[in-house]
């Protein structure tokens, strides 16, 4: 089963517009790391945000924000007023304990297409 | 800000021959990382390394792989026989923690096999 679900390969959103990329998770650890990447087309992988389980507020960096919904298990990225330099792929990734392993997993991606 | 460093970002090699890629993960991290990514697809992982030993690998991560970590501060990922199936990217990452804290890549080094 896959760890990490993010339904939406390809998003567009029109420059200054908010967006939201979708990733849901699955795991049955109540200790948990949900981070979000951004992959520009030059390939290096960008931390974005971070945002622990055990968290009672969202995490929010700049005009990234997480909405983490915990009984649903999802924690979407939302980018206020997009710009031409967000398009790029987007990584939902997970740390969880169950086993003792706390390997980071990642989602397939969503390829977010900002446009004027 | 402290960062991930990777040497090279990107080597041409023919198969067969042996690759090393470097990495120089932030100065106070512990747990160290390998991932790969082929083109277009997903970020695999490849193996885990914390305490100067490799703590987990997958199925990726065969005899032709090795790590270390040789003078306290370089990472390095061996290939010993490259085939043209290991051309990808591959992503050294550092974390202060072990468990569910943050995860730092490097820029990746891009190794294409001819």
């Known amino acids: 089963a896959q760890k990490i679900t993010q339904t939406q390969p390809g998003m567009f959103v029109q420059e200054k517009e908010a967006v939201t990329l979708d990733c849901t998770y699955d795991t049955s650890d109540p200790s948990y790391g949900l981070f979000w990447y951004k992959q520009p087309s030059s390939g290096e992988m960008i931390f974005l945000i971070y945002?622990?389980?055990?968290?009672?507020q969202n995490a929010t960096e700049g005009r990234y924000s997480l909405n983490f919904q915990k009984a649903r298990k999802s924690a979407n990225l939302v980018i206020s007023a997009s710009q031409l330099g967000d398009s790029a792929m987007y990584f939902c990734?997970?740390?969880?304990?169950?086993?003792?392993?706390?390997?980071?997993?990642f989602g397939r991606g969503t390829s977010l297409i900002v446009h004027p | 800000e402290p960062e991930v460093t990777q040497t090279p970002s990107h080597q041409v090699t023919q198969m067969g021959q042996e690759v090393i890629l470097r990495c120089v993960p932030i100065?106070?991290?512990?747990?160290f990382y390998w991932y790969r990514q082929i083109l277009g697809q997903k970020v695999e992982f490849l193996v885990s390394f914390y305490n100067n030993e490799i703590s987990e690998k997958s199925e990726i991560f065969d005899d032709q792989f090795s790590v270390e970590r040789p003078d306290g501060s370089n990472f390095t990922l061996k290939i010993r026989s490259t085939k043209l199936e290991d051309s990808a990217m591959y992503f050294c990452a550092s974390a202060l923690t072990g468990d569910t804290g943050e995860l730092f890549f490097g820029e990746g080094s891009r190794l294409t096999v001819l």
């Open positions: 990734a997970m740390r969880e304990g169950v086993g003792g392993s706390y390997i980071p997993t």
């Open positions: 100065s106070n991290h512990l747990y």
């Open positions: 945002q622990g389980s055990y968290d009672q």
